[in-house]
C-alpha cells in the first residue's frame, strides 16, 4: 500500500516561506507526476503545483506562480513546495497527490495545514 506523509505546515506571517514536502513509502516513479493541492476552508480542492517524475517538468496555478516552486529528490523519494512571499490567501490544508502510471489509482497524503496571517 503506497503512503504519501506531507509535513512542514504551519503558521507563518505574510510574506513569509515554508517548504512542504511530500513522502511517498516507495518509489516516486511509480508516478507519473506528482501534485499538490490545496483546499481552503469553505473552498474547492485546488490543484497547485504539478512536477513529472521523471522528467521534472513543472506547472503552477496561475495563483502560485512565481512564488512557488515545486520540486523532488528521487533518491528520498520525496517532493517539495517550496512557498515565498506567503499570502493570507494561501491559507488551507495542502496535499500530496499522485496517480499510479500502472494501474491508475489515486493516492492523497492526510494533508498539512499552512496558515498564513496577516
Known amino acids: 500500500q503506497v503512503q504519501l506523509v506531507e509535513s512542514g505546515g504551519g503558521l507563518v506571517q505574510a510574506g513569509g516561506s515554508l517548504r512542504l514536502s511530500c513522502a511517498a513509502s516507495?518509489?516516486?516513479?511509480?508516478?507519473?507526476?506528482m501534485n499538490w493541492h490545496r483546499q481552503a476552508l469553505g473552498k474547492q480542492r485546488e490543484l497547485v503545483a504539478t512536477?513529472?517524475?521523471?522528467?521534472?517538468?513543472?506547472n503552477y496555478a496561475d495563483s502560485v506562480k512565481g512564488r512557488f516552486t515545486i520540486s523532488r529528490d528521487v533518491a528520498k523519494n520525496t517532493v517539495y513546495v517550496q512557498m515565498n512571499s506567503l499570502k493570507p490567501e494561501d491559507t488551507a490544508v495542502y496535499y500530496c497527490?499522485?496517480?499510479?502510471?500502472?494501474?491508475?489509482?489515486?493516492?492523497w497524503g492526510k494533508g498539512t495545514l499552512v496558515t498564513v496571517s496577516s
Open positions: 497527490n499522485a496517480e499510479d502510471r500502472h494501474n491508475g489509482m489515486n493516492y
Open positions: 516507495g518509489s516516486i516513479f511509480r508516478f507519473n507526476a
Open positions: 512536477i513529472t517524475t521523471l522528467g521534472g517538468t513543472t
